[in-house]
């Protein structure tokens, strides 16, 4: 593609945001329903910061590893799960730390008044509540200054998952996961050689127009729950992974148990390519979309299932057997720049062994700590 159509695309969506801003600028409404008003009271606090942050592991791919200047929530991509039951009312703040102005929107909320937090500028901070009445997970991310900027800070790392369970949901061993693309001024290409310098690269608007990312993160790192590919040749993907399973240790890969019921959180927030998901040697019950009180307008064995960018999807899933399962983003120019987690079926799993930043507070145990508040 060549610039003058880039520039074209970038004053285009130029055009957009500043019409949009306006509209999305301020946070006028804050009329709540308040027969809506069934569940618990929570709060939470996210903070917006800019930050060089490694998205790549030191391999044959990228020799070296790669450090990005990211845009964070609460100091890692992606920002962190947050869990509420169905009902609740959700009382968010937003506190930038950062250097430039940041905003939320929250795919759980509907109507400006729930869904955005608006413009908060360096030193800033703001309180808004939304209530979680839809079941089921969905995407929050920066909206940048009003719209304007928005690609950038979701590109740059600005984004993460709420998990709403449904009134009827089961209990199952739950997991967040996230995907997204990095696109990086700085990195050569795949096997390029060492192109680790001690500069951060940062967000490539050409590459991002031409929709070539050149990382697909899993929870915030290319191939960070993959430890090597190859069966008869081996190609170590995540070295320190490696080592760690070879010295028998499993903390940082998933872990089930034969048969349990899991449930999948899985979060897209692009920005721009779909994500194919597919679990090897496994099925799973697509829970995507909602219905009141329970998941699942669609619920049925599938061996695939789209997840479009701004997007999540709940899957449940069950490993019959003892041995490595694989989650992938079936798009194979996905899985090579770093969209899989390998997944142990083991019996010595257990039920809160999940990789850091991946666990997600249960229905029962949110329920539990509400009961706890109240008296
Ligand atoms: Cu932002």
Same mark, same amino acid.
């Given at each position: 593609m060549n610039?003058?159509?880039?520039?074209?695309?970038a004053?285009?969506?130029?055009?957009?945001?500043?019409?949009?801003?306006?509209?999305?600028?301020?946070?006028p409404l804050?009329?709540?329903?308040?027969a809506s008003h069934?569940g618990?009271?929570r709060?939470v606090t996210?903070i917006?910061?800019?930050?060089?942050?490694?998205?790549?592991p030191?391999?044959?791919l990228?020799?070296g590893?790669l450090?990005?200047?990211a845009?964070v929530f609460n100091?890692?991509i992606?920002?962190?799960v947050?869990?509420?039951n169905?009902?609740?009312?959700?009382?968010?703040?937003?506190?930038?730390?950062?250097?430039?102005?940041?905003s939320?929107?929250?795919?759980?909320g509907?109507g400006?008044?729930? *869904?955005?937090s608006?413009?908060?500028?360096?030193g800033?901070?703001k309180t808004w509540t939304?209530q979680?009445n839809t079941?089921?997970?969905?995407?929050?991310?920066?909206?940048?200054?009003?719209l304007l900027?928005?690609?950038?800070?979701i590109?740059?790392?600005?984004?993460?998952?709420?998990?709403?369970?449904?009134?009827k949901?089961?209990? *199952?061993?739950?997991?967040?996961?996230v995907f997204?693309e990095?696109?990086?001024?700085?990195d050569a290409g795949?096997?390029?050689g060492?192109?680790s310098?001690?500069t951060?690269?940062?967000?490539?608007l050409g590459?991002f127009?031409a929709?070539?990312?050149?990382?697909v993160l899993?929870?915030g790192?290319?191939?960070?729950?993959v430890?090597?590919?190859? *069966?008869?040749?081996q190609?170590?993907l995540n070295?320190?992974l490696?080592?760690e399973?070879?010295a028998?240790?499993l903390t940082?890969f998933?872990?089930?148990k034969p048969g349990?019921?899991t449930?999948?959180y899985?979060?897209?927030?692009?920005p721009?390519?779909?994500?194919?998901f597919h679990f090897i040697?496994?099925?799973m019950?697509v829970r995507?979309?909602?219905?009141?009180?329970?998941?699942?307008n669609?619920?049925?064995?599938?061996?695939?299932?789209t997840?479009?960018?701004?997007s999540a999807?709940?899957?449940?899933?069950?490993?019959?057997?003892?041995?490595?399962y694989?989650?992938?983003?079936?798009?194979?120019?996905?899985v090579v720049r770093?969209?899989?987690f390998?997944?142990v079926?083991t019996?010595?799993?257990?039920?809160d062994?999940?990789?850091?930043?991946?666990w997600v507070?249960?229905?029962?145990?949110?329920?539990e700590?509400?009961m706890?508040?109240e008296?």
């Amino acid at each position: 593609m060549n610039k003058a159509i880039i520039a074209g695309i970038a004053a285009g969506i130029l055009v957009v945001g500043l019409v949009f801003s306006p509209v999305f600028n301020g946070n006028p409404l804050s009329a709540v329903d308040a027969a809506s008003h069934t569940g618990a009271h929570r709060h939470v606090t996210l903070i917006a910061s800019e930050q060089a942050v490694q998205v790549a592991p030191d391999n044959a791919l990228h020799p070296g590893g790669l450090m990005y200047n990211a845009m964070v929530f609460n100091g890692t991509i992606p920002g962190p799960v947050i869990a509420v039951n169905q009902g609740d009312t959700l009382e968010i703040t937003l506190r930038n730390d950062g250097e430039v102005i940041h905003s939320l929107d929250f795919h759980a909320g509907i109507g400006p008044s729930n *869904a955005l937090s608006g413009n908060v500028g360096p030193g800033e901070e703001k309180t808004w509540t939304l209530q979680a009445n839809t079941a089921g997970a969905f995407l929050y991310h920066c909206g940048a200054d009003g719209l304007l900027g928005v690609w950038e800070h979701i590109a740059n790392g600005m984004y993460g998952g709420i998990v709403v369970h449904a009134q009827k949901e089961k209990p *199952a061993k739950e997991f967040y996961v996230v995907f997204g693309e990095i696109y990086n001024g700085e990195d050569a290409g795949l096997f390029a050689g060492d192109n680790s310098t001690d500069t951060a690269g940062s967000f490539d608007l050409g590459k991002f127009a031409a929709d070539q990312p050149d990382l697909v993160l899993t929870n915030g790192m290319a191939h960070k729950y993959v430890p090597a590919i190859g *069966a008869s040749t081996q190609l170590p993907l995540n070295p320190e992974l490696l080592a760690e399973m070879n010295a028998g240790n499993l903390t940082n890969f998933f872990k089930v148990k034969p048969g349990e019921l899991t449930r999948w959180y899985l979060v897209n927030p692009g920005p721009n390519g779909y994500v194919a998901f597919h679990f090897i040697s496994g099925m799973m019950d697509v829970r995507d979309g909602s219905v009141r009180g329970n998941y699942g307008n669609v619920d049925r064995q599938d061996e695939t299932w789209t997840i479009p960018p701004g997007s999540a999807t709940v899957i449940e899933a069950t490993f019959p057997e003892e041995g490595i399962y694989v989650g992938v983003d079936h798009n194979m120019n996905h899985v090579v720049r770093g969209a899989a987690f390998a997944v142990v079926a083991t019996n010595g799993a257990t039920a809160d062994d999940q990789p850091p930043g991946s666990w997600v507070e249960s229905k029962a145990s949110l329920k539990e700590n509400a009961m706890m508040m109240e008296n």
